[in-house]
């Protein structure tokens, strides 16, 4: 059976994160963990391509053991299997490491036709593992998709570049890399859920796959992250009729000039 | 991106860029090292004018890749298809940083340049420093704004920068004062093979807005709780009030097509810089309200009084923005406000 993968990252909600009030350091430590925003995109964009083309689904993820816990959701969310390259050095892994982890796991399953990979990370933002991973694997890569199709051999697909719509094509195996606007990723039902329970989650180490240490050796290494913190007056004018609310607005716009 | 290279020995900066980008890049890698030595590699052939100005655009040197057969047809060039031939020359020139515009297709070509010179990327850096151990450091936006990320390295990378965004990670504009040390230069064309994987069947402009948002004083910005193209009018009505220029979340924009893409405010948008924002059914999740932040006021119009945008902005009103638009439309106008 062919295979469609797609590569998903496990990610803090970004509106969880807690800053030291002195040093303004991030602390992820109590915020919730989610299937990055544009991986879910790319997750149902996959699962609608694999119903089509009679393929397995296969959602994989790089990431330290903490990403176990994202297996139930990417499940729930259709892929028929969920395989996690586990590297406790996950955390200071970069592009350049993620990349040559997730090509060699898409090589280890074989008969993948297509890897499917959101356009951006929620939290770095990047735009970079889904092309870095078509290089390794030497496959064409169509990057920030809005519309994607597959017939016989061949893919097409609708990028958006700035201001233009570029329809290109391409043959499989590719790498293809999602939009939100490629299609809603909707939140699982209940039926989804319990069906995710009776599929499979794998875990494979990074050193079982064969991996070169440079290709485990990141280039660029991360020194410090900081937190922005917005400094407003953060006024709320919920009392009172409408009438009186703007009333009170458009007088405190006027007081401080900004009117 | 902003660079401080005291004393540093010279920095070889090599620029790989398409024609109408490669001005920018040059001025921003001569801004952040006036003393280096930058060579662009030009992704297509420039037309005549753009050809002109790149020999005085104070590279060092400008090699122009000019795509062999087939030739593409007008239009349907790519320059992602430059790749395989730039990685190619980069790896037997001498290494330095390599510089590549933050556009959609300079993501691409840098991550796919940084993986053939098996190197590290530093996507859409705001700023890139010499340390004094010889290696590098720069920062980049994480979080979708919500924290500044610092990274490290030594060697070669690729660095992406943000082009025409408003704020620290902006390019210059291609005329302040490009015209480095170098003097002119020829430019130097080479056929070069390209990576004919992906092709171009057809390319179509989306609707565009000249609008420069991040000039405007007053901004209206129209979330996805507008809900109606009747609730779009009483928002509108609003920002002619105020004589305040339509902006809106992406979702509107991308998802609904209410407005033109030109129009969204955000980290994958516009940075705006008003005196005054006015987000009406903005929920205020942080990949917009990044590109508000240099906003000097923000009033938030939201049901919700839990809404992410409440706890951000200096006056929030809470309600429905039907009942309240309209008034506030009415008193802005009664006040006599000037637009
Ligand atoms: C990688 C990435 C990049 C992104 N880039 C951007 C970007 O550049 N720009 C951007 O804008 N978004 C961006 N987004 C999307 C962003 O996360 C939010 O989804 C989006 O900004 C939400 O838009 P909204 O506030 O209009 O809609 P919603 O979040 O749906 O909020 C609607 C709000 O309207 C309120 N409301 C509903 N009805 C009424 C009423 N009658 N009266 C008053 N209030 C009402 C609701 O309470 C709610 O708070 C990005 C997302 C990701 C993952």
Same mark, same amino acid.
Request: aromatic share 0%; proline share 6%.
């Given at each position: 059976m062919p295979r469609a993968v797609v590569c998903y990252k496990w990610v803090p909600a970004e509106n969880e994160l807690r800053l030291d009030p002195v040093t303004r350091a991030v602390d992820t430590?109590?915020?919730r963990w989610k299937v990055s925003d544009y991986d879910?995109?790319?997750?149902?964009a996959g699962r609608v391509l694999a119903a089509e083309r009679g393929a397995e689904l296969v959602a994989l993820t790089f990431g330290d053991a903490g990403a176990k816990a994202s297996q139930k959701d990417v499940l729930a969310r259709g892929a028929d299997r969920a395989v996690h390259v586990v590297s406790a050095a996950a955390g200071s892994a970069d592009g350049h490491v993620t990349a040559h982890a997730l090509a060699a796991q898409v090589r280890a399953l074989g008969d993948v036709e297509v890897v499917l990979c959101g356009e951006g990370a929620a939290d770095t933002y990047a735009h970079e593992v889904g092309p870095r991973v078509a290089e390794v694997l030497g496959w064409p890569v169509v990057t920030n998709v809005r519309e994607l199709a597959v017939q016989g051999e061949r893919l097409h697909a609708v990028r958006v570049v700035g201001g233009d719509l570029e329809a290109v094509e391409c043959d499989l195996p590719a790498v293809v890399t999602v939009l939100a606007e490629v299609g809603p990723a909707p939140i699982p039902g209940l039926k989804a859920v319990i069906a995710a329970g009776r599929k499979p989650g794998e875990q494979v180490a990074v050193d079982a796959l064969g991996l070169a240490p440079d290709a485990l050796a990141p280039r660029t290494v991360v020194t410090r992250v900081t937190g922005y913190a917005a400094e407003r007056s953060r006024v709320l004018l919920d009392a009172g009729e409408p009438a009186e609310r703007v009333a009170a607005l458009v007088s405190a716009l006027t007081e401080t000039g900004a009117l | 991106m902003t660079a401080d290279t005291t004393a540093m020995p010279t920095d070889v900066v /090599?620029? !790989?860029?398409?024609? /109408?980008?490669v001005a920018g890049l040059v001025v921003l890698a001569l801004s952040a090292d006036p003393t280096a030595a930058v060579h662009v590699m030009c992704l297509g052939v420039p037309d005549p004018a753009t050809a002109q100005a790149l020999t005085g655009c104070g590279a060092m040197s400008v090699v122009v890749l000019a795509a062999g057969a087939p030739v593409p047809s007008p239009g349907l060039d790519r320059p992602e298809d430059y790749v395989p031939a730039v990685a190619e020359r980069l790896a037997g020139a001498t290494p330095g940083l390599v510089l590549v515009p933050?556009? !959609?297709? =300079?993501w691409e070509i840098a991550a796919r340049l940084a993986t053939r010179l098996g190197c590290g990327l530093v996507s859409e850096a705001t700023s890139v420093r010499r340390l004094p151990d010889g290696g590098w450091c720069a920062e980049r936006t994480l979080y979708a704004g919500a924290a500044v990320q610092g990274l490290e390295w030594h060697g070669r990378a690729v660095v992406s920068a943000a082009a025409g965004r408003g704020g620290p990670g902006a390019l210059p504009p291609p005329d302040a004062g490009g015209a480095g040390s170098g003097g002119p230069v020829a430019l130097e064309t080479v056929v070069v093979d390209r990576d004919t994987r992906v092709r171009v069947t057809s390319r179509t402009s989306r609707e565009r807005d000249a609008v420069d948002l991040s000039a405007a004083s007053r901004v209206v910005c129209v979330g996805m709780g507008v809900q109606t193209l009747d609730d779009l009018a009483l928002v509108e009505d609003l920002a002619r009030a105020l004589g305040a220029e339509l902006a809106c979340t992406r979702p509107v924009a991308e998802d609904r097509g209410w407005l033109p893409v030109d129009r969204y405010i955000g980290i994958s948008g516009a940075s705006v810089h008003p005196d005054l924002y006015v987000g009406v059914g903005v929920s205020g999740q942080v990949q917009h309200t990044v590109g508000i932040r240099d906003a000097r006021t923000v009033v938030a119009i939201n049901?919700?009084?839990?809404?992410a945008l409440m706890g951000q902005c200096d006056h929030g009103l809470v309600g429905d923005l039907r009942e309240l638009?309209?008034?506030?439309? =009415?008193? !802005?106008r009664a006040a006599g406000v000037p637009s």
């Open positions: 430590s109590s915020a879910r995109n790319a997750i149902e | /090599h620029v !790989v860029a398409e024609p /109408h980008e933050a556009t !959609v297709s =300079g049901t919700d009084a839990s809404a638009v309209p008034l506030l439309a =009415g008193a !802005v």
